[in-house]
């Protein structure tokens, strides 16, 4: 029989200064396409799908999702490391068909030094698939732009609990508009690769992240989790 279809990411790498950099964005398609386990609708090219009017066309059939990776001079060593967000959604479920990931050049070496080029990548490419980025069209952040929010996703919750938390998963509450109501509260999870602040050593992606996406619409395997 033929082989089941699973999720299936795109790349378009741009500006990347070297090998390892561009590995790093291929081992974060490689483990995202690991946890999100079923297929979502081949999505044919049509007029607006890139994330940049001046980008190149994506594919003439984007299956499952297609994420343009552009390395840049953003604001120098040690400032925003990187950024980025689904660009189109589908119109039957709301899952992102197009995205895009901007990492600073002036970051990249250093980053590699310590090791944690991998995990910012995959912390950026996991918000494109809708991680933070789609809380709130989805209906599972609660207390947005208070002092407590809240992820109320069954499917993270139950995670949470299970690794001994109480309530639901709290939201970061603090930082700018890039990081409160769409990340992991720091203060919380401390390490774990959702917060919205990179931590030296290891930064886990936990089973509550893996699940969350589940809380999405994506079906996952929590196996793949750290």
Same mark, same amino acid.
């Given at each position: 029989? =033929?082989?089941?279809?699973? /999720?299936?990411?795109? &790349?378009?790498?741009?500006?990347? !200064?070297?090998?390892?950099?561009?590995?790093?964005?291929?081992?974060?398609?490689?483990?995202?396409?690991?946890?999100?386990?079923?297929?979502? *609708?081949?999505?044919?090219?049509?007029?607006?799908?890139?994330?940049?009017?001046?980008?190149?066309? =994506? !594919?003439?059939?984007?299956?499952?999702?297609?994420?343009? #990776?552009?390395?840049?001079?953003?604001?120098?060593?040690?400032?925003?490391?990187?950024?980025?967000? =689904?660009?189109?959604?589908?119109? *039957?479920?709301?899952?992102?068909?197009?995205?895009?990931?901007?990492?600073?050049?002036?970051? #990249? !070496?250093?980053?590699?030094?310590?090791?944690? &080029?991998?995990?910012?990548?995959?912390?950026?490419?996991?918000?494109? #698939?809708?991680?933070?980025?789609?809380?709130?069209?989805?209906?599972?952040?609660?207390?947005?732009?208070?002092? $407590?929010?809240?992820?109320?996703?069954?499917?993270?919750?139950?995670?949470?609990?299970?690794?001994?938390?109480?309530?639901?998963? !709290?939201?970061? $509450?603090?930082?700018?508009?890039?990081?409160?109501?769409?990340?992991?509260?720091?203060?919380?999870?401390?390490?774990?690769?959702?917060?919205? /602040?990179?931590?030296?050593?290891?930064? =886990?992606? *936990?089973?509550?992240?893996?699940?969350?996406?589940?809380?999405?619409?994506?079906?996952v395997n929590l196996a793949k989790a750290d």
């Open positions: 029989p =033929p082989k089941p279809r699973t /999720y299936n990411i795109t &790349l378009r790498i741009t500006g990347s !200064p070297n090998g390892t950099a561009t590995r790093a964005v291929r081992d974060g398609e490689h483990r995202l396409e690991g946890i999100i386990t079923t297929d979502v *609708s081949d999505i044919q090219r049509t007029a607006g799908l890139q994330c940049d009017s001046g980008d190149p066309n =994506p !594919p003439a059939t984007i299956d499952d999702l297609y994420i343009d #990776v552009k390395f840049v001079n953003d604001d120098g060593p040690a400032g925003t490391l990187a950024a980025a967000g =689904p660009c189109v959604t589908r119109t *039957s479920n709301g899952l992102p068909v197009t995205g895009t990931v901007l990492i600073d050049k002036a970051d #990249v !070496p250093a980053m590699i030094r310590n090791g944690s &080029l991998d995990e910012t990548v995959l912390h950026e490419m996991t918000h494109v #698939v809708g991680f933070g980025t789609l809380w709130r069209r989805k209906g599972v952040l609660q207390g947005a732009g208070g002092s $407590n929010p809240r992820f109320s996703g069954n499917k993270a919750n139950s995670a949470w609990r299970a690794l001994g938390g109480t309530g639901s998963v !709290p939201v970061e $509450n603090s930082g700018g508009g890039g990081t409160r109501d769409g990340h992991w509260r720091e203060s919380v999870l401390k390490s774990e690769l959702m917060t919205g /602040y990179a931590n030296s050593g290891f930064n =886990p992606m *936990s089973t509550v992240s893996v699940a969350s996406l589940g809380d999405l619409g994506y079906r």
